[in-house]
């Protein structure tokens, strides 16, 4: 109560004061001339917030005040209107420890194994698929097949059978310079062959090789080597005694051997020697045509034309 009674005591002094110092009114003569001091040059404002302050006060005193709210009791348990004691805590009783679950048993993945790479080509494997591509004309790629042949040959034997292949590739390209090295090198590798295992195609080969080099020394003029190489393939295929009759690729290879001959005999001057070397290629083509018309039949018809001009020639 004596804090609300000064409370108004002291804002009417300070409102009033303010009033007057503010210019605002004047109380009779008192504080008209009341001297601020340093705050003379701001006596407007120091009227205005004194006012402000003592009304500020009176208001304070004079407004109700709330009692403070005493603290709330904790809801009633069971019907037992005590506060609860404070209790010391208690760490939970811990959990008796579960054991753990049994572990599976790891489950190992199988890894894949890694892919296999393709399987490198033998040397026969490698020559035959050279083969399949020149009869398919798809000469790029029997090129890769025959340097693929290069890096598997190892024996006298897959020498010989590369650089007569070589020679053939060669000398179909028209270039006989490198079929005439290529068709050497086989001869020198087959007739070491010959002499290391003798065989029927031991012989074969050898006599591929000495057509090749016959072959091209024909087509560069060179005829005296060209009978000599056609002679030795010749006598090599006959002495297999006719042997080769159940190898249609080998008699093929004697009858073309016998015409290959024939011509050379032909140019020079031999006329007779050359018809009989055509009658006896002819009844070889003969037989195999009977035998393979689609493959041997257009031969057939080739040597029977020669054979005619042949014939003709020397009945003329």
Known sequence: MLARVVGIILGLILASSGYVVAGWGSLGN???????GPLEPYRT?????????GGALIVAALSPRREPKKPRRAPMALGLDLEPEPQTKT??????????????????????PPPQPPRALTFAEQRA???????????????????AMKSLARTDEELAILHRDLGDFARGQGNLDSAAEAYETAVGH??????????????ELLAGALSGVGDVAEAEGRLDAALAAFEEALALRRARGGREAGDPNA????????????????????????LD????????AGRLAAADPARFGPDLAATRTRLNELEAKISS
């Open 129 to 147: 698929r050279l083969v399949s591509l020149s009869r398919s004309e798809s000469w790029a790629e029997a090129a890769r097949a025959l340097n």
């Open 190 to 203: 087959a007739r070491q062959v010959c002499h290391d295992r003798p065989s029927d195609e031991a012989s």
């Open 30 to 36: 008192w504080a008209a001339h009341l001297d601020l």
């Open 91 to 112: 760490a939970p009783p811990e959990p008796a420890p579960v054991p753990p679950a049994p572990m599976a048993a790891p489950i190992m993945e199988t890894a894949a």
């Open 45 to 53: 404002n120091a009227g205005v917030a004194a006012a402000i302050v």
């Open 251 to 274: 008699q093929r290879a004697l009858s073309v051997n016998l015409e290959r001959l024939a011509d050379l005999r032909e140019d020079r001057g031999h006329r007779m020697r050359a």
């Open 277 to 284: 070397l055509y009658r006896e290629s002819y009844d070889i």
